[in-house]
């Protein structure tokens, strides 16, 4: 069983930054997979970015490349969502979740085995 908290979140104006933090319990976090996935009102689930067990091969979603970084520190078990240049289109809330495997699944979330409870982040312009 792994539990995953999100935190982080916060308002923002356009341009801003901000750095998400996904702390997960247990002791066999590096054999997880992790990924990052954000919804916003009214919108249904989508990819954001993941990583794979080792930290050497990570993914992002077309919407948020060159913006977003997603890294990993072992030590303490925490995944991590660095959102820079943050636009209005980026509110919702953001979800880490966390899959039993080496690479991270695919896209739609499905085979992610577990979630956590959400961080907002909202952007102004």
């Known amino acids: 069983q792994v539990q995953l908290v999100e935190s982080g979140g916060g308002s923002v104006q356009a341009g801003g930054s901000l750095r998400l933090s996904c702390s997960a319990s247990?002791?066999?976090?590096?054999?997880?997979?992790m990924g990052w996935f954000r919804q916003a009102p009214g919108k249904e689930r989508e990819f954001v970015a993941a990583?794979?067990?080792?930290?050497?091969?990570?993914s992002y979603a077309d919407s948020v490349k060159g913006r977003f970084t997603i890294s990993r520190d072992g030590a303490k078990n925490t995944v991590y969502l660095q959102t820079n240049n943050l636009k209005p289109d980026d509110t919702a809330v953001y979800y880490c979740?966390?899959?039993?495997?080496?690479?991270?699944?695919?896209?739609?979330?499905?085979?992610?085995?577990?979630w956590g409870q959400g961080t907002q982040v909202t952007v102004s312009s």
């Open positions: 979740a966390a899959a039993r495997r080496y690479f991270p699944p695919g896209p739609m979330g499905d085979e992610y085995d577990y």
């Open positions: 247990g002791r066999t976090f590096s054999s997880y997979a």
């Open positions: 990583i794979s067990a080792s930290g050497g091969s990570t």
